[in-house]
T-cell receptor, first 112, second 113 residues
Framework: GENVEQHPSTLSVQEGDSAVIKCTYS??????FPWYKQELGKRPQLIID?????GEKKDQRIAVTLNKTAKHFSLHITETQPEDSAVYFC???????????FGTGTSLTVIP | SAVISQKPSRDICQRGTSLTIQCQVD?????MFWYRQQPGQSLTLIAT?????????ESGFVIDKFPISRPNLTFSTLTVSNMSPEDSSIYLC??????????FGQGTRLTVV
């Protein structure tokens, strides 16, 4: 089955700096890669996603890149703000399966 | 996007008892899933709730311990049976529709004493 690895497990950045979280996957059939943000005590919520026919996607301060050959994808947050502090999960899904495979999470702290 | 109502939001239960968690979606969805999230950990899939047939359980989870119902396309329940302190966790339902993102319920924080 699919194996999604996520690094780093914790990340601290100064406000205004950039944060990068990386994930790798093992199943070449995976074609959908969402990123979720989970604030303390709340449900995971989608912040951005990318499909395998696209190499990069950007939404304001958030961007995701995908390298299909290397089987890795990354989340980039620029101009970080304290409200970006949360746990971020990457995930993958194949076009034939119904299950999402989640990474182990990255706890991001933005220091004011 | 789907709106998911999950209840209860939290509960404190005595060991040996059972708790049933409900998940209601505001629209018909193909897939419903149940996850467990232990403090500071990732999301572990317990099972896929199948409408009209038995749930599909992941390795390490069995029907006797986590019976699941899915009577229609908008509703599912997960029961945590014969609870022990090790079952203390957050339980989340999730829905998916085709090739789209997963939406999550707000979670049930279970404490077994």
């Amino acid at each position: 089955g699919e194996n999604v690895e996520q690094h780093p497990s914790t990340l601290s950045v100064q406000e205004g700096d950039s944060a990068v979280i990386k994930c790798t996957y093992s199943d070449s059939a995976s074609n959908y890669f969402p990123w979720y943000k989970q604030e303390l005590g709340k449900r995971p919520q989608l912040i951005i996603d990318i499909r395998s026919n696209v190499g990069e996607k950007k939404d304001q301060r958030i961007a995701v890149t995908l390298n299909k050959t290397a089987k890795h994808f990354s989340l980039h947050i620029t101009e970080t703000q304290p409200e970006d502090s949360a746990v971020y999960f990457c995930a993958s899904k194949t076009n034939t399966g119904n299950q999402f495979y989640f990474g182990t999470g990255t706890s991001l702290t933005v220091i004011p | 996007s789907a709106v998911i109502s999950q209840k209860p939001s939290r509960d404190i239960c005595q060991r040996g008892t059972s708790l049933t968690i409900q998940c209601q979606v505001d629209s018909q969805v193909t897939m419903m899933f149940w996850y467990r999230q232990q403090p500071g950990q990732s999301l572990t899939l317990i099972a896929t709730a199948n409408q009209g047939s038995e749930a599909t359980y992941e390795s390490g989870f069995v029907i006797d311990k986590f019976p699941i119902s899915r009577p229609n396309l908008t509703f599912s329940t997960l029961t945590v049976s014969n609870m022990s302190p090790e079952d203390s966790s957050i339980y989340l339902c999730s829905v998916g529709q085709g090739d789209t993102e997963a939406f999550f319920g707000q979670g049930t924080r279970l404490t077994v004493v």
